[in-house]
């Protein structure tokens, strides 16, 4: 199995950056694309940004476009999420998540998620 684990949230005025991490660990063979989504309360839960392999390739919400940054460290098996001018809107649960293979089965690739980590924007 794959565990992922967020971390980096936490309380933050308007205008402020975190920066979320997402690490990989376990029975890892290989991770394919990653991504972020956020869930605020009484809201689906959306797409923030994904990122491919090899980084090549972002794709954005254009709620966080030119404000967040997705990037990872395939060496770390590691993501990212750079998130700079927050805005209360942004206020919610932030999830990772990861298509992988394991070492135990390498040709299937499963999607895996993090358990969300909590970021919080005041005005």
């Known amino acids: 199995q794959v565990q992922l684990v967020e971390s980096g949230g936490g309380l933050v005025q308007a205008g402020g950056s975190l920066r979320l991490s997402c690490a990989a660990s376990?029975?890892?063979?290989?991770?394919?694309?990653m991504g972020w989504y956020r869930q605020a309360p009484g809201k689906q839960r959306e797409l923030v940004a994904t990122?491919?392999?090899?980084?090549?390739?972002?794709n954005y919400a254009d709620s966080v476009k030119g404000r967040f940054t997705i990037s990872r460290d395939n060496a770390k098996n590691t993501g990212y999420l750079q998130m700079n001018s927050l805005k209360p809107e942004d206020t919610a649960v932030y999830y990772c998540?990861?298509?992988?293979?394991?070492?135990?089965?390498?040709?299937?690739?499963?999607?895996?998620w993090g358990q969300g980590t909590q970021v919080t924007v005041s005005s």
């Open positions: 376990g029975s890892i063979f290989s991770i394919n694309a």
């Open positions: 998540n990861a298509v992988a293979a394991t070492a135990w089965d390498t040709r299937s690739f499963n999607t895996y």
């Open positions: 990122i491919t392999t090899s980084g090549g390739s972002r």
